[in-house]
């Protein structure tokens, strides 16, 4: 099961409660859900229809994000990508994220757990290692939907029909895009048929887009691994460049 984001969940509540109070800024409303974060991954696509973009890392020095390591080539929803449901306050404008739709969701989400499969690996995330009966259920109409369970612990009726296997390799003729990767926190409530399972993983090429997740070399992952701190509370953020140029500075996001 996904960790909830209770934290950033009650900051944002805070934070919309002081604005409607009127004694907050209006710069500080939207980021307030990510304000105590001093670790981001970026990805931009030039628009919402991309299936394309650039990564990049950034770490926060008080008020400065600034640029760690190199940015990496990564592909993203087969279809682009659309708004989902993370820490940012809900946009109207663009096309919205459901389920199957082989798009990226858009905006700020929380970094989860990591996994892979192998038993462990270099990271300080929570690290989920992988067995042949784990499963992400992406049939909106279960308990379960949005979460990665175990069918031993679950019963197998609970994960009938779900197409998430995550061991890849077992169940797809040696498929290593799960061999490590980690949770894109989307949809953390499992809003019926607003889309599930989103990860970044392993790419199979640089010009082969994925069902909704954003994918990379070894390498780039391997980095990111070894990077990332919960105690920095990451978070991920994917936009198209108009939308990260309109939202950067009322976002409080790493200039380009």
Known sequence: M???????????????????????????????????????????????????G????????GAQWNAVG?????????????????????????????????RSPAGVFRIGQAFGYAESA??????????ASDYCVDVDSSPYYNQIVDARDVGEKAVAGATEPMRRDLHFNGDHAY????????????????????????????TTGTAGCTAMTDATMERLLAWLDPSKK???????????????EAWNLPAP
């Open 179 to 206: 061999r490590i990767g980690f949770v894109i926190e989307h949809n953390p409530d499992g809003r019926k048929g607003r889309g599930s399972c989103i990860f970044a993983h392993l790419w199979k090429s640089p």
């Open 54 to 61: 650039v990564l990049r890392a950034y770490v926060r020095e």
């Open 2 to 52: 996904f960790p909830r984001p209770s934290l950033y969940r009650l900051l944002g509540t805070l934070a919309m409660a002081t604005t409607l109070g009127g004694s907050a800024a209006v710069a500080f409303e939207a980021p307030a859900a990510w304000s105590v974060s001093r670790q981001m991954i970026v990805v931009t696509t030039d628009d919402w229809n991309a299936d394309h």
């Open 122 to 131: 270099p990271t300080a995330l929570a690290y989920r290692g992988l067995t």
């Open 234 to 248: 990451p978070v991920f953020v994917l936009l198209p460049k108009p939308e990260y140029t309109r939202l950067r």
């Open 70 to 102: 190199p940015a990496a080539d990564v592909t993203i929803g087969k279809r682009g990508s659309a708004w989902g449901i993370g820490l940012n306050p809900p946009e109207r404008d663009g096309p919205v994220k459901k389920e199957g739709d082989g």
